[in-house]
């Protein structure tokens, strides 16, 4: 009974240490992330506090046409200033498949509405 017991605690030990090893090294790599991450934030920091000064600067009426620019947009230039959402890109590409049904015909049957489906080019 005491030798096993000896035996099980020896393995218990070396079990432990093992997984002590383990997450050591998980530490050591976390740590060396943890230093990049800050000084990501630190570059972050930097760029936001000179976007604010340069912000600043500029004149309160040169803003003003700024925000009111989205409003002279054209149809086609807003939505190249949509693209970037993804609820905004499934509308388009809704609206893409659509137009290709109504123009060749029997397309939707070789194209059925798929979600992620979408026109990549259009050819004359």
């Known amino acids: ?9 020896q393995q218990n030990v070396y079990q432990n240490r093992t997984q002590f090893i383990k997450i050591s090294r998980e530490a ?4 060396g992330e943890m230093k990049t991450l800050g000084g990501l934030i630190s570059d972050l920091k930097t760029t936001v506090d000179a976007l604010i000064q340069t912000s600043s600067n500029s004149s309160l009426v040169g803003s003003e046409s700024q925000l009111s ?6 149809a086609t230039a807003r939505k190249q200033a949509n693209r970037s959402s993804v609820a905004n890109l499934e509308a388009m590409w809704t ?3 659509q137009s290709l ?3 060749v015909e029997g397309s939707q049957k070789f194209l059925p509405a798929n979600p992620g489906r979408h026109i990549v080019r259009d050819s004359p």
């Open 1 to 9: 009974m005491r030798n096993r017991t000896s035996t099980d605690l």
């Open 28 to 31: 050591e790599e976390l740590k």
């Open 69 to 74: 620019s989205y409003d002279n947009m054209t």
């Open 95 to 97: 609206t893409q498949l």
């Open 101 to 103: 049904w109504k123009n």
